[in-house]
């Protein structure tokens, strides 16, 4: 621990604006992403983007690393702390600024709940409309960091899609506003630039985020299918309709067991998996919209196709795709999602060798993912106290990234890069992507104080040769 720094954060804060008790920092010694840890040695606690702009501006003094965390729910360790790294939680910086209906916008501070925002506009019939599945604990900033998705994303768009303004701290510590409330403006679109970013440019300390009108109505159905290739192979056929549904999800047996053995709510529990599919729109096309997705599904062997009568059946159905993922703590000790997108005509293949995968090494795989666009979420169960498990599981990993990259697919879709996947950039990017990517990097962050570690594969020459099965990537398919 940097005494001296230390003594100038200390200055700059009240007392409980800064933790360095071992027993206070243990918390953030990780975020969803548990397979690593590593507490830092100083976390600090700031309210305003001015306390932020001279924590960055001290670190600078000191030539301490530092990194933004929000609420610690990201998936692939971009919050981790490497060595001698203060961490600056934004938690704090947790107000609704404005709300402009006429405009749809609002401006939230960064560490704002990502549903706090649709909770306080729903009186105005508006959303916001990325919704992940950590939609109730996940941040505003960490959001942005991610390019954070969700169920209804398939609509609506990622964070990317509705974010048009954001308050920034650059890796020097000057507080830059970036982007408009006006739609359109000529220029570089510099908002997407940190959007997605993992945090590695800066600190977003507020946004203006676009708000959407809430439709007028909605269909929920509830797919059944005996086997996994029929409900996969549903998937591309509602697309193929020309219905856009508002989310697309699938859910299987596996989860189907954890969600019902918590919950109760009459899933099968003798399928292999069920779609959940949601429009939402004008009241005057959704009878024929949910008539093409029925005959897709039943095309595809659905045994049932069910419609929610009211809100309450509604709440019902979604609760196992927003609480699904929860309910596997009580099959498993521990888990590791996976994030990579794949075309959606290689679902079904690509699902059957997943579970070839895992099975090989001893372990278990739940699926519950938005199928809507191929973005995959297999979930690997272990027990980190067995012996070799870990190993187990990061070798099944490793072979499912392959997997997906050998099927036209990419790394991620909304779970981020972080610690977990930055040995796979060489393999879903040529040399010359990634030479611009941190030549990008170098002039936002030159001395690579912001976040340090993430995202890339090491120095250039660490990079791992593209194997030949495997054609590099110009963009990643989010």
């Not at 979930?379 to 997997?403: G, K, Q, S, W, Y």
Request: charged share 20%; hydrophobic share 40%; proline share 5%.
């Amino acid at each position: 621990m940097n005494a001296e720094l230390l003594n100038e954060l200390t200055a700059l804060l009240p007392k409980d604006g800064i933790l360095t008790n071992p027993a206070e920092r243990l918390v953030y010694d990780c975020d969803a992403y548990t397979v690593e840890k590593s507490p830092p040695d100083i976390v600090v606690l700031p309210t305003t983007t001015a306390e932020v702009s001279a924590i960055v501006k001290a670190c600078n003094r000191h030539d301490t690393p530092f990194l933004a965390r929000g609420a610690g729910t990201g998936l692939s360790g971009g919050a981790i702390a490497l060595a001698d790294t203060v961490v600056i939680c934004l938690s704090r910086m947790n107000r609704i600024l404005g709300v402009d209906a006429h405009n749809r916008t609002a401006r939230v501070q960064a560490g704002v709940v990502n549903n706090a925002v649709s909770r306080q506009v729903a009186s105005l019939n508006l959303h916001f409309a990325p919704d992940p599945g950590s939609q109730t604990s996940s941040t505003i900033g960490g959001n942005i960091a991610e390019n954070a998705g969700g169920p209804h994303t398939l609509k609506y768009g990622v964070t990317t899609h509705n974010t048009l303004a954001v308050q920034f701290v650059t890796s020097d510590g000057e507080i830059v506003e970036i982007g408009s409330d006006v739609e359109g403006l000529p220029g570089y679109d510099l908002v997407s630039l940190i959007c997605g970013s993992e945090g590695t440019f800066g600190i977003v300390t507020e946004a203006t985020v676009r708000l959407t009108p809430l439709p007028q109505s909605w269909r929920t159905l509830l797919a059944v299918f005996n086997t996994l290739d029929d409900a996969t192979n549903a998937v591309s056929a509602i697309i193929n309709e020309g219905v856009i549904p508002a989310a697309l999800e699938m859910i299987d047996a596996t989860v189907l067991e954890s969600v019902e053995a918590a919950y109760n709510l009459g899933f099968p529990l003798d399928a292999a998996a069920v779609l959940l599919v949601e429009i939402d729109g004008l009241d005057a096309g959704l009878d024929a919209a949910e008539a093409k997705c029925r005959a897709a599904c039943q095309r595809h062997h659905a045994r049932s196709v069910e419609s929610a009568r009211d809100e309450e059946e509604r709440d019902a159905l979604w609760t196992a795709r927003r609480k699904g993922v929860g309910t596997l703590g009580r099959i498993a000790r521990s888990m590791v999602t996976q994030d990579c997108v794949i075309p959606r005509s290689r679902l079904p293949e690509v699902l059957r060798e997943i579970g070839a995968i895992v099975s090989r090494y001893g372990l278990r795989v739940a699926n519950i993912f938005h199928a809507g666009d191929g973005n995959l979420h297999p979930i690997i169960l272990f027990d980190e106290r067995v012996p070799d498990e870990v190993e187990r599981m990061t070798a099944a990993n490793h072979e499912i990234v392959t997997l997906c990259l050998k099927m036209g697919g990419s790394l991620t879709g909304e779970h981020g890069i972080g610690l977990e996947k930055q040995d796979y950039m060489a393999l879903m990017f040529g040399e010359d992507d990634l030479d611009m990517m941190i030549r990008v990097h170098k002039a936002l962050d030159p001395d690579d104080l912001v976040n340090p570690g993430k995202f890339f594969p090491g120095s250039k020459k660490e990079f791992r040769e593209t194997p030949e099965s495997i054609t590099p990537r110009r963009t990643a398919l989010v």
